[in-house]
T-cell receptor, first 119, second 111 residues
């Protein structure tokens, strides 16, 4: 079974509108972290936001927020007021911090969602 | 990306050739990782290291080897290159908390 599932290969959003990118995860660890990265066409990996499994409040970073629903094992990224520069690939990733992670701090990535912002 | 340097940035290999992808960090961190990213896909872990002299396999280690003789360097070796190894390779380090620093990547084509 995939540990990180991103079901939207591609998404379109009108400039200035909000968009939600879906991410579900699978882990038996009680302690884990969820990440979102942006990869523009230039190829670099840009960190956007982090949510710890014990964090009670949803994480926010500027226009980015993470809609964390622990019972449903989902960690959706919400981008508000989309900009043309938001057009990129977006990856959800998980770090398992219990037995599954075994102290290696490795990240497991989903397949990504390609977001296109329309003027 | 400051802190993690990957070389080369691009390389074309013929089937059966070998090469080493270099990764160097100047941040003195223990945890280092090699990922590959196939076209239109996410990153998959090849190998990782938790410190000098300690390495372990990730999800897709076949066809690769690593070594970690110093904290700074974590080279990835490809022996007998195959077309299936055409990919973009990223080196990354864990800097603590939610922080990871990725290199700018090496784009490898095997023909």
């Amino acid at each position: 079974a995939q540990k990180i599932t991103q079901t939207q290969p591609g998404m379109f959003v009108q400039e200035k509108e909000a968009v939600t990118l879906d991410c579900t995860y699978d882990t038996s660890d009680q302690s884990y972290g969820l990440f979102w990265y942006k990869q523009p066409s230039s190829g670099e990996m840009i960190f956007l936001i982090y949510q710890g499994s014990y964090d009670e409040q949803n994480a926010t970073e500027g226009r980015y927020s993470l809609n964390f629903q622990k019972a449903r094992k989902s960690a959706n990224l919400v981008i508000s007021a989309s900009q043309l520069g938001d057009s990129a690939m977006y990856f959800c990733a998980m770090r398992e911090e219990g037995y599954s992670g075994a102290g290696s701090y490795q990240l497991t990535f989903g397949k990504g969602t390609k977001l296109s912002v329309i003027p | 990306n400051a802190g993690v340097t990957q070389t080369p940035k691009f390389r074309i290999l013929k089937i059966g050739q070998s090469m080493t992808l270099q990764c160097t960090q100047d941040m003195n961190h223990n945890y280092m990782y090699w990922y590959r990213q196939d076209p239109g896909m996410g990153l998959k872990l090849i190998y990782y290291s938790v410190g000098a002299g300690i390495t372990d396999k990730g999800e897709v280690p076949n066809g690769y080897n690593v070594s970690r003789s110093t904290t700074e360097d974590f080279p990835l070796r490809l022996e007998l290159a195959a077309p299936s190894q055409t990919s973009v390779y990223f080196c990354a380090i864990y800097v603590g908390g939610s922080g990871y620093t990725f290199g700018s990547g090496t784009r490898l084509t095997v023909v």
